[in-house]
């Protein structure tokens, strides 16, 4: 129980902390200022406490596939907000409005999916009493576990010279992006919304994903061991998409200091 | 602000907390498999007993209460000796030494075969998650406490993170400390070598800087007299020729204009170098504000009687620390401004004395006073505002800017505000009430 809890509880908080994390040091990259997060967390907080409210009804929903249906569509949702955000954030000076307004939606759908998930199975597996000391302590190592990780890796995109400092943010988020595609395409597989597929390769000798840099691969670039064509297809169908943006995003700050 | 030992607090506490936190992980693996060999071992030794025990003729024999979890059934040639009451009457698993895993009852069980020599067979089992649930309860004892002593770990952090950058707050604390005029290198005994460098390059600059001002000094003072002494001559020279022109000739009287402005200026420019508070040493003493302001004001009279404008000096002694001279050059300025500025007949009120306990000076006009949007600027050098720029009033846009110096040597504040006579501006000057050191 211990164990389980870990690794459920790290899973979602691994890929929360670093998305947090990438999109701090980008806000302090364009001195953005943090109200963004702050208006994010009491969001999310509601949005946690509607989801575990309302799971029955969601589990319920669409022939019993309502969950991951819902939490694979909170995950394309971060993705597509952070297309925007690429752009905006690589483009000139201003809309800072605008990137205010994203990255709290984007945040907020990732706590909601990433604790969604933590509360229930903590609600869920702490009434057992005589497992509740196991779980608690397994959900306050992975949460440590996961939250230190992402503060380091805040930490490792601060301490980038300044040339790389916004390419850095900006491909870690592309890569966050791609990751909860992937994320979100295996999710539909297990309800049988997208067509399960043999997989191209099967690299769980080499790297399991229930290791540790297995989980934070995960978290980071949607590591799966054993992806099928139409994950791989995505995922780098995800990652040239993100590059569009940052290039158009960049193509758009030439322009204006060209105007200028 | 960022602040380095927030930083570098959160940095090493995530640090921290990862490293340990892993390597609890893997000693909670590791512990585990310990624990899962000696509840084994611990199975093979009950085996060990019961066959022992296994000596009886008589077949499908059972034994009453046991022990929750733990099961036993001794065969022979596949036929049931004797079981304890909770077992299956099946065989619990293979008739085959060694350890397995097993369901039935409704729960997963290991179990473990062990021959008794031809053909009977001693079989035991426990449930796997009773085991799991007691090596794991034993191996979250030496898990929680890391987790409850995390933040003492924080806090020992922050302590010595702390006391590592408290020569960065002693180098901080010197610099602060020192006086706006006191450019001496620092004295920091036996650097840390991460703070010699920059020690070494503050002292650098102070050096460089205390030489600039050094030859900014000079400056001032030898332009004072190369630039006053031409423009004597020339005053004398002009005044000669006015008795050999006509009267009333229009080209005498602009070239005295001229000269008058030249002069003016001069002086402005070596008062605004003269009171900057980093070239001057400041000659501090108790005066009586008020006093000072009667002998300022009287010496200007006849320039406001000239205009028809009425002054009037209102207040009462009110001593403070501070430069008489300097403090003479701000009243003058801001008289200077006050009587250009306001239309002849007009009225300018100073007030010298006490006010709310902090000595205070004030001289208000009945001029066209100054847009509170522009009030910030007037203190720049060689600002002067638009409307009034107009106006034919002759100046050079310095005497605020050296009212400005005067106020910061003094660690004084002052103030544009709405004159309290019908129109204009009051400037106001609250000096500290305590005594000044510079």
Same mark, same amino acid.
């Given at each position: 129980?211990?164990?389980?809890?870990?690794?459920?509880?790290?899973?979602?908080?691994?890929?929360?902390?670093?998305?947090?994390?990438?999109?701090?040091?980008?806000?302090?990259?364009?001195?953005?200022?943090?109200?963004?997060?702050?208006?994010?967390?009491?969001?999310?907080?509601?949005?946690?406490?509607?989801?575990?409210?309302?799971?029955?009804?969601?589990?319920?929903?669409?022939?019993?596939?309502?969950?991951?249906?819902?939490?694979?569509?909170?995950?394309?949702?971060?993705?597509?907000?952070?297309?925007?955000?690429?752009?905006?954030?690589?483009?000139?000076?201003?809309?800072?409005?605008?990137?205010?307004?994203?990255?709290?939606? #984007?945040?907020?759908?990732?706590?909601?999916?990433?604790?969604?998930?933590?509360?229930?199975?903590? !609600?869920?597996?702490?009434?057992?009493?005589?497992?509740?000391?196991?779980?608690?302590?397994?959900?306050?190592?992975?949460?440590?576990?996961?939250?230190?990780?992402?503060?380091?890796?805040?930490?490792?995109?601060?301490?980038?010279?300044?040339?790389?400092?916004?390419?850095?943010?900006?491909?870690?988020?592309?890569?966050?992006?791609?990751?909860?595609?992937?994320?979100?395409?295996?999710?539909?597989?297990?309800?049988?919304?997208?067509?399960? $597929?043999?997989?191209?390769?099967?690299?769980?000798?080499?790297?399991?994903?229930?290791?540790?840099?297995?989980?934070?691969?995960?978290?980071?670039?949607?590591?799966?061991?054993?992806?099928?064509?139409?994950?791989?297809?995505?995922?780098?169908?995800?990652?040239?998409?993100?590059?569009?943006?940052?290039?158009?995003?960049?193509?758009?700050?030439?322009?204006?200091?060209? $105007?200028? | 602000?960022?602040?380095?030992?927030?930083?570098?607090?959160?940095?090493?506490? #995530?640090?921290?907390?990862?490293?340990?936190?892993?390597?609890?992980?893997?000693?909670?693996?590791?512990?585990?498999?310990?624990?899962?060999?000696?509840?084994?071992?611990?199975?093979?030794?009950?085996?060990?007993?019961?066959?022992?025990?296994?000596?009886?003729?008589? !077949?499908?024999?059972?034994?009453?209460?046991?022990?929750?979890?733990?099961?036993?059934?001794?065969?022979?040639?596949?036929?049931?000796?004797?079981?304890? #009451?909770?077992?299956?009457?099946?065989?619990?698993?293979?008739?085959?030494?060694?350890?397995?895993?097993?369901?039935?009852?409704?729960?997963?069980?290991?179990?473990?075969?062990?021959?008794?020599?031809?053909?009977?067979?001693?079989?035991?089992?426990?449930?796997?998650?009773?085991?799991?649930?007691?090596?794991?309860?034993?191996?979250?004892?030496?898990?929680?406490?890391?987790?409850?002593?995390?933040?003492?770990?924080?806090?020992?952090?922050?302590?010595?993170?702390?006391?590592?950058?408290?020569?960065?707050?002693?180098?901080?604390?010197?610099?602060?400390?020192?006086?706006?005029?006191?450019?001496?290198?620092?004295?920091? #005994?036996?650097?840390?070598?991460?703070?010699?460098?920059?020690?070494?390059?503050?002292?650098?600059?102070?050096?460089?800087?205390?030489?600039?001002? $050094?030859?900014?000094?000079?400056?001032?003072?030898?332009?004072?007299?190369?630039?006053?002494?031409?423009?004597?001559?020339?005053?004398?020279?002009?005044?000669?020729?006015?008795?050999?022109?006509?009267?009333?000739? @229009?080209?005498?009287?602009?070239?005295?204009?001229?000269?008058?402005?030249?002069?003016?200026?001069?002086?402005?420019?070596?008062?605004?170098?003269?009171?900057?508070?980093?070239?001057?040493?400041?000659?501090?003493?108790?005066?009586?504000?008020?006093?000072?302001?009667?002998?300022?004001?009287?010496?200007?009279?006849?320039?406001?009687?000239?205009?028809?404008?009425?002054?009037?000096?209102?207040?009462?002694?009110?001593?403070?620390?501070?430069?008489?001279?300097?403090?003479?050059?701000?009243?003058?300025?801001?008289?200077?401004?006050?009587?250009?500025?306001?239309?002849?007949?007009?009225?300018?009120?100073?007030?010298?004395?006490? !006010?709310?306990?902090?000595?205070?000076?004030?001289?208000?006009?009945?001029?066209?006073?100054?847009?509170?949007?522009?009030?910030?600027?007037?203190?720049?050098?060689?600002?002067?505002?638009?409307?009034?720029?107009?106006?034919?009033?002759?100046?050079?846009?310095?005497?605020?800017?050296?009212?400005?110096?005067?106020?910061?040597?003094?660690?004084?504040?002052?103030?544009?505000?709405?004159?309290?006579?019908?129109?204009?501006?009051?400037?106001?000057?609250?000096?500290?009430?305590?005594?000044? @050191?510079?």
């Amino acid at each position: 129980m211990f164990l389980n809890s870990v690794v459920i509880v790290l899973r979602e908080v691994l890929e929360a902390a670093v998305l947090v994390s990438a999109l701090l040091a980008l806000a302090r990259r364009i001195h953005l200022g943090q109200r963004w997060l702050w208006l994010a967390l009491p969001l999310a907080a509601v949005g946690v406490a509607l989801y575990a409210s309302f799971l029955a009804v969601i589990t319920d929903a669409l022939d019993g596939a309502g969950q991951e249906v819902l939490n694979a569509s909170l995950q394309a949702g971060v993705y597509l907000l952070l297309l925007p955000i690429l752009v905006l954030a690589c483009s000139a000076e201003g809309r800072r409005q605008w990137l205010t307004v994203l990255m709290t939606l #984007a945040i907020t759908c990732a706590i909601v999916r990433e604790c969604a998930e933590i509360h229930i199975y903590v !609600r869920a597996f702490a009434a057992l009493g005589e497992h509740a000391a196991a779980v608690w302590a397994g959900s306050a190592l992975g949460m440590g576990i996961g939250i230190s990780a992402g503060v380091l890796v805040y930490g490792a995109l601060r301490a980038m010279p300044q040339r790389w400092a916004l390419p850095g943010c900006c491909a870690t988020l592309a890569l966050i992006g791609a990751g909860m595609i992937m994320q979100a395409t295996m999710l539909l597989e297990q309800v049988d919304w997208l067509p399960d $597929q043999s997989p191209l390769w099967d690299s769980s000798a080499l790297l399991s994903e229930q290791s540790f840099v297995g989980e934070l691969l995960y978290a980071v670039l949607g590591y799966e061991a054993t992806p099928g064509p139409l994950q791989v297809s995505l995922y780098l169908g995800c990652l040239l998409l993100a590059g569009i943006a940052l290039w158009w995003g960049r193509m758009g700050r030439v322009k204006h200091a060209v $105007q200028d | 602000m960022k602040s380095i030992r927030r930083s570098l607090v959160t940095m090493l506490v #995530a640090a921290f907390t990862l490293v340990s936190f892993v390597a609890a992980l893997n000693g909670y693996r590791a512990s585990m498999d310990k624990a899962e060999a000696l509840l084994d071992a611990q199975l093979q030794y009950s085996a060990e007993i019961l066959v022992g025990l296994g000596g009886s003729e008589s !077949r499908g024999q059972t034994l009453g209460g046991g022990v929750e979890g733990f099961v036993f059934q001794i065969w022979d040639a596949e036929h049931p000796v004797l079981r304890s #009451a909770a077992a299956p009457e099946l065989p619990i698993t293979a008739f085959e030494e060694g350890y397995r895993y097993a369901n039935f009852g409704g729960f997963r069980w290991r179990t473990l075969t062990v021959s008794m020599g031809g053909q009977r067979w001693g079989m035991v089992a426990e449930r796997a998650d009773v085991r799991h649930t007691l090596a794991e309860s034993v191996v979250l004892e030496s898990v929680i406490p890391l987790l409850l002593w995390l933040p003492v770990a924080a806090l020992l952090i922050w302590v010595l993170v702390g006391w590592g950058l408290a020569p960065l707050r002693e180098l901080s604390a010197q610099i602060n400390r020192k006086a706006s005029d006191d450019l001496a290198p620092l004295d920091y #005994a036996d650097p840390p070598a991460e703070l010699h460098q920059v020690i070494s390059s503050t002292n650098g600059l102070l050096l460089r800087l205390a030489a600039a001002l $050094q030859r900014e000094k000079h400056f001032a003072s030898h332009a004072a007299h190369e630039l006053r002494t031409p423009i004597s001559a020339l005053k004398i020279h002009l005044h000669n020729l006015e008795s050999e022109v006509p009267a009333g000739s @229009s080209a005498l009287q602009h070239a005295n204009e001229g000269i008058e402005r030249m002069h003016h200026l001069v002086e402005q420019l070596l008062d605004l170098a003269r009171t900057q508070p980093e070239l001057i040493t400041a000659n501090f003493h108790t005066i009586d504000l008020h006093t000072l302001a009667q002998r300022v004001t009287a010496e200007l009279w006849p320039a406001f009687e000239a205009r028809q404008q009425s002054l009037s000096l209102q207040g009462e002694p009110a001593t403070m620390q501070g430069d008489e001279t300097m403090l003479a050059i701000l009243l003058r300025n801001l008289l200077d401004n006050a009587r250009k500025y306001t239309p002849a007949g007009g009225e300018i009120t100073v007030f010298a004395g006490d !006010r709310d306990g902090t000595p205070t000076l004030e001289v208000a006009d009945s001029g066209p006073g100054i847009p509170s949007g522009e009030r910030q600027r007037v203190f720049e050098r060689f600002y002067r505002v638009g409307a009034r720029a107009g106006e034919d009033v002759s100046g050079a846009g310095l005497g605020l800017a050296i009212t400005q110096h005067i106020v910061q040597l003094h660690g004084a504040q002052v103030q544009l505000a709405d004159s309290p006579l019908d129109s204009g501006l009051a400037v106001v000057v609250r000096f500290p009430n305590t005594a000044v @050191s510079v």
